[in-house]
């Protein structure tokens, strides 16, 4: 089977802003790609991570729908890791897609918002023929309860989210191939090399 994790940039948040001065309100848009990994970087908690020059690509929400069309296109599973409110801009999910949460034990994105979010969704499409309770291995919590990763890199994943995502996938390291398409860190595929389940 033909596998993928991705793990873009987020979506850009979105805010209801009072405006006192027009004396009403605006919806106000705030980058994460550009801002986190673009060439005018500005790091969030002094956090490094890389620079790509095309990161604004993933401040438009149309481009978050059509990776999940490619994915869908090319690959006979995979998972896509987002925020809480990027989740929309990825609908509607297909039937068979499952969305996990990941509950941070610590950290999380500030924000300026008076609610914290401190959990991330994956959106999971298992492949055909492993999305039975009994097919292909054992079944799998949506929920995952873990530290944020070692690495000291803006959106890196920890070993634990890994070998989670590929026990959702009912991924078989013995005849299956998976592509981490956004390595950042190499924190993804260092796991997925090691070929160790759950
Ligand atoms: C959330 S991070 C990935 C973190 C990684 N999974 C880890 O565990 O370290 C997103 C990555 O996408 C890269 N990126 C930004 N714009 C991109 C683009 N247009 N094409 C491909 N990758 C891009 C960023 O530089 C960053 O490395």
Known sequence: MRLAIADPPYPPQYSERYDTAAGGTRITMRSRAQ????TDRRSGNGKPADVHPAANEWDSPRRHRDLLEQLLDQYDGWAIATTPDGLDHYRPLPIPCRTLAWVKTTGGIPGGHRIRS?????????PRGRRGRAEHGRQVRDVLIAAPGVRNFIGSKPAAWTRWVLDALGY?????TVD????????????????VLL
């Not at 078989?172 to 299956?176: G, K, L, V």
């Open 35 to 38: 801002r986190w990994y673009g």
């Open 118 to 126: 401190s959990w991330e969704p994956v959106i999971a499409y298992p």
């Open 172 to 176: 078989d390291p013995e005849t299956d």
């Open 180 to 195: 981490d398409l956004f390595p950042g860190s190499g924190a993804v595929s260092a796991e997925i090399a090691r070929g």
